[in-house]
């Protein structure tokens, strides 16, 4: 599959449990990103991570933690999860940042659902 | 504090009448703004950027300083266009995006 993948599309998942996100881009990019999506919010953006490297840390709470194996591969592991942690997250990709910022490339989201 | 203000959650307008998105930011810095587009069922994709200058689609959006806005534009709606429209500002040379909250844009027939 080309572009942005990610998966699973849809997770329901306890307070209690353990899980993972994963997003992989095929598009040789060197920056990767997660974004959480809540309703009648705007997309905030929690990591970026640049050729593997954390860039960014939006004040995100510990039980959510990225890990960025390689420039293609981005996950995001979540434990001990709140009802208000459910929303839609968004994995994205860029080139490095340039003149004139760059195009980042969205997947098609996971849904969470925290009970 | 960096932030991005679309004030219309929804705009309604009919086929072949103009169209206006309005999109404020706050950056003391050289903005780089975005316009990004989420079509039904389908993954959110850039649109158009400040700096390309281009017409994407029809729509075009000028870059105001003064007025710190990026409002988005098209003189004739189609249907097809009917979406989300989220405006982003990247803070210059940093991979920090902020996204405003989204204006719908529904054409009617």
């Known amino acids: 599959e080309t572009g942005v993948t990610q998966t699973p599309r849809h997770l329901v998942m306890g307070m209690t449990n353990k899980k993972s996100l994963k997003c992989e881009q095929h598009?040789?990019?060197?920056?990767m990103y997660w974004y959480k999506q809540s309703a009648k919010k705007p997309l905030e953006l929690m990591f970026v991570?640049?050729?593997?490297?954390?860039?960014e840390n939006n004040s995100v709470p510990s039980r959510f933690s990225p890990e960025c194996p390689n420039s293609s591969h981005l996950f995001l592991h979540l434990h001990t999860l709140q009802p208000e942690d459910s929303a839609l997250y968004l994995c994205?990709?860029?080139?490095?940042?340039?003149?004139?910022?760059?195009?980042?490339?969205f997947g098609p989201g996971t849904r969470l659902t925290v009970t | 504090a960096q932030r991005v203000t679309q004030p219309e959650k929804l705009l309604s307008v009919f086929k072949g009448a103009p169209v206006e998105l309005k999109c404020n930011y706050s950056?003391?810095?050289?903005?780089?703004l975005f316009w990004y587009v989420q079509y039904s069922r389908q993954r959110l994709q850039l649109l158009l950027r400040?700096?390309s200058r281009e017409s994407i689609k029809g729509f075009t959006a000028d870059l105001n300083k003064g007025e710190t806005s990026f409002h988005l534009k098209k003189p004739f709606a189609q249907e097809e266009d009917s979406a989300m429209y989220y405006c982003?500002?990247?803070?210059?040379?940093?991979?920090?995006?902020?996204f405003g909250t989204g204006t719908r844009l529904k054409v009617l027939a």
């Open positions: 994205a990709s860029s080139q490095e940042v340039g003149t004139g910022g760059s195009e980042q490339y």
């Open positions: 598009l040789g990019h060197n920056a």
């Open positions: 991570y640049n050729f593997k490297e954390q860039t």
């Open positions: 950056y003391s810095g050289s903005p780089e």
């Open positions: 400040h700096i």
């Open positions: 982003a500002l990247n803070t210059s040379g940093t991979y920090k995006y902020i």
